[in-house]
């Protein structure tokens, strides 16, 4: 009876892994889950919060929530959108931004949903 060797078969399985391992990282990429508003039709989600981004000039914004005068600071928004969506049944939120913000500023509210599960409402006008 001869031996048949096992260690190029175990070195071809390693190998196959790591490269099922790194491509199904890059098939399915982390990405936001939004609920875009069509400009002629509603969304069936209700925002129980929301977030205004105002464009001061000279690359100064300020966040609002639930249309409050006084801003927020960005620091602080996190901590206020917890507080204020704690013990929803589905916590959504709203984005209201002013057409010459930056989409990176939205973004980083996006992430704040991101992080806390939150489904987020991308405010837009009407045709």
Not at 17 to 22: A, T
Request: aromatic share 8%; charged share 20%.
């Amino acid at each position: 009876m001869s031996d048949i060797g096992m260690s190029s078969m175990t070195d071809l399985v390693f190998l196959l892994l790591i490269f099922f391992l790194i491509t199904s990282t890059l098939v399915n990429p982390n990405a936001l889950k939004l609920l875009l508003p069509k400009s002629t039709g509603q969304v069936s989600a209700k925002p129980t919060v929301s977030v205004s981004i105002k464009d001061w000039g000279g690359e100064t914004y300020t966040y609002h929530l639930n249309g409050d005068e006084n801003p927020t600071h960005f620091a602080d928004l996190e901590d206020s959108l917890v507080g204020l969506l704690q013990g929803e049944e589905d916590p959504t939120f709203s984005i209201y931004s002013d057409e010459s913000v930056p989409i990176k500023e939205v973004v980083s509210i996006m992430n704040i949903a991101k992080r806390n599960h939150y489904k987020v409402i991308l405010a837009t006008q009407p045709e």
